[in-house]
């Protein structure tokens, strides 16, 4: 059974930073490409960073590129978010997600594994 466990959200101030990390059990981690969600109250559930199997390509929705950054540590089954100059339409409750494929994607149907997510909210 594929588990995915996402702490690591919090309050942080506006141009703060915060890193979430996501830890994955039940299923051969190196082999599949790792993706973050995200979904504000009244919006729809939207792409923000994936990265493919192995050494990790990756790819980042403009909103957040240059300010994200995702990684994974193969060793330790976990996918990393780190957040720097964070803004307060960067809140929202976040979700790592893991894919059927080796290759990275932002379409969420080609991830059938969720963490429970966890709320990030940025504000002063």
């Known amino acids: 059974q594929v588990q995915l466990v996402d702490p690591g959200g919090g309050l942080v101030q506006p141009g703060g930073s915060l890193r979430l990390s996501c830890a994955a059990s039940?299923?051969?981690?190196?082999?599949?490409?790792m993706g973050w969600f995200r979904q504000a109250p009244g919006t729809e559930r939207e792409f923000v960073a994936a990265?493919?199997?192995?050494?990790?390509?990756?790819f980042y929705a403009d909103s957040v590129k240059g300010r994200f950054t995702i990684s994974r540590d193969n060793a330790k089954n976990t996918v990393f978010l780190q957040m720097n100059s964070l803004k307060p339409e960067d809140t929202a409750m976040y979700y790592c997600?893991?894919?059927?494929?080796?290759?990275?994607?932002?379409?969420?149907?080609?991830?059938?594994?969720w963490g429970q997510g966890t709320q990030v909210t940025v504000s002063s």
């Open positions: 990265i493919s199997w192995g050494v990790g390509i990756t």
């Open positions: 997600a893991a894919s059927k494929y080796s290759s990275a994607s932002r379409k969420e149907d080609d991830y059938p594994y």
């Open positions: 039940g299923l051969t981690f190196v082999s599949y490409a």
